[in-house]
């Protein structure tokens, strides 16, 4: 999961900064321990093809994917998001994008979420600077 994190394509397309190996450590320390999120591992064809989570941010129920760059364009981050929103059927559900992330804004379209937004977000130590989608599935 380290790795996948810290490819430059994967990280470009999601407007994210790769964490240290420390922040990495410590990130998924926090999410495994905590009872209101739902992390999911993604296989594909028997392999680690990235992860599925639900959680809290900033006050709203959210999602959240990564999918491996050898694995993108195959649908697998639609039917891993379809088989989270049957699991965790709390709604409304949150998801925001980066406006050039073309895919994952289709993977969540699929899934029923709708564009109800957008924002500027002025970026920080994780967040790259970028136009996002904020999406709702009701």
Same mark, same amino acid.
């Given at each position: 999961m380290f790795v996948l994190q810290g490819d430059p394509d994967s990280s470009e397309m999601a407007a994210v900064n790769p964490r240290t190996r420390a922040d990495f450590d410590a990130h998924w320390a926090g999410s495994l321990s905590d !009872?209101? #999120? #739902? !992390?999911?591992?993604?296989l594909a064809d028997g392999e680690f093809a990235g992860w599925i989570g639900c959680f809290k941010s900033g006050g709203d129920d959210a999602v959240g994917y990564w999918i491996a760059r050898d694995h993108w364009g195959r649908g697998i981050a639609t039917r891993a998001l379809a088989l989270i929103l049957q699991e965790v059927s709390i709604r409304p559900m949150h998801a925001q994008v980066a406006m050039h992330n073309g895919a994952s804004k289709r993977v969540l379209e699929r899934n029923g979420f709708v564009l109800e937004g957008t924002r500027h977000s002025a970026g920080d130590a994780r967040y790259r600077a970028c136009e996002e989608a904020l999406y709702v599935l009701r």
């Open positions: !009872p209101g #999120v #739902v !992390p999911r591992a993604i």
